[in-house]
C-alpha cells in the first residue's frame, strides 16, 4: 500500500492504546439509505454519515447526523433486507 | 418538514431493493392467513415510530442529478485507524456502477475535499470516473490534495472554489523501505501512473505537473506546489473556478447535449 497524502503518517497511524478513546463505527440501514453509524452502546449509536449518492435522502430528518438510532435483532426466516432498515 | 397528517402509506420499497416477492403487501403473499396479522403488527409498529420521533419520512423524490461525496482520507486495501475520516472505496465503487446502470440518473458531480490517501483506491475512483459514460463534474472544495487530483480531473469538466487548494508533491513510501534501487524504480512507476492520468484528462502537459511536484521552497516539510484556485485553473489542471451553482449549470447543459446526442444516436 502506498499513502499518497500531505498528511503525516503519525497522525494517520496512532498508537494502539489511543485508537481505543473513538468509538467503534459500523453500517447499517437506516429508513432504507446506507448510513455510518458511530457506536455508543451495544444496541445503541448515532448517525455519522449518510452514504448515498441521491441528494435528497440528505433531507430526511431522519438521518440527519446526530440522529440516535436503536439496533434491532431480526428473524432470519424469509427476511428482506428492508427488516434491518425499519427503525425502532 | 412534512407533517404527518394521520395516514400511512403501505411500505412500498421506493429503492427497489427488495427481492422480489418478499415484501409483506405483495400479491404473492396474499394467500398467507397470518397476513393481516402481520399487516397489524406493521402498523402498529409503525405508529410506534412516529410516536417517538414525530416524523416521517419524506416521500421518495428522485433526483437526476446524484453527487459522489470523498471526503476525508481515500481509504484502500487497509483499513485506517478510526480516528481518521476516510471514503472507502468499497463504497464508492459499486456506487458509480449502480450510477451508470439506473436509467433515472442523467449526471454526477463529485464533491471533493480530501487529503489524499491510497494510490490504488484513488485511480480506481478516478478510472471509474473518467469512463462513466454520463456527463460528470466535479468541483474541489477546501482541499484536493495529492490523489485527490486525480479524481478531480477524472470529470468530464473540473470546478475549483476559489479559496481551494489543491497540494502537488511526490509519492513517497510507506511501510517496508528497502534501499535498493528497485524501491526508486517502483515508486517511480507508482508516480508515472498518476502523472500519466493526470496529464491525459486534463490541459497540463506530464513535464510541467513534474515540475509542479519537484518545486522546492513553497511547502515547509516537503517539496511540490500548492495551488489554489484559479492557479489550478492557470496550470490546466482545472477548467474553472466556481462553485456548487456554477457546477450544477455546467452538469444540467451537459446533460441536455447528452439527451440530444441519444436522440440522434436513436433515430
Known sequence: ?????????????????????????????????LAVIKRTGL????????LST????????????????VFKAVACQNTPAADFRDRL | MTQWNGYFPPYTDPKGLMPPGSQKNSPKNNDNDDNDQEQEENESRRAKTVKEFGT?????????????????????????PNQNKATKYEHILPQLVAIEQHPKIEGVLVILNTVGGDVEAGLAIAEMIASLSKPTVSLVLGGGHSIGVPIAVAASYSFIAETASMTIHPIRITGQILT???????????????VRFVAQHSKIQDTRFRELMFRTGELARDIGTVLIGKEAVKEGIIDEVGGIGSAITKLRAMIQEYRQRKGDELQ
Open chain 1, 1 to 33: 500500500m502506498i499513502l499518497y497524502t500531505p498528511v503525516q503518517l503519525e497522525l494517520i497511524f496512532r498508537r494502539e492504546d489511543e485508537e481505543k478513546k473513538y468509538p467503534e463505527t459500523v453500517e447499517a440501514y437506516v429508513n432504507g439509505v
Open chain 1, 43 to 50: 444496541r445503541e449509536g448515532y448517525i455519522e454519515r449518510v
Open chain 2, 180 to 194: 535498493v534501487p528497485q524501491t526508486f524504480e517502483y515508486l517511480e512507476k507508482m508516480q508515472e501512473r498518476v
Open chain 2, 56 to 80: 416521517m419520512s419524506l416521500p421518495s423524490v428522485k433526483s437526476n442529478i446524484h453527487s459522489l461525496v470523498i471526503v476525508g482520507q481515500v481509504e484502500g486495501h487497509v483499513v485506517l
Open chain 1, 54 to 69: 441521491d441528494p435528497y435522502d440528505f433531507l430526511q430528518p431522519d438521518l440527519s447526523p446526530g440522529t440516535n438510532v
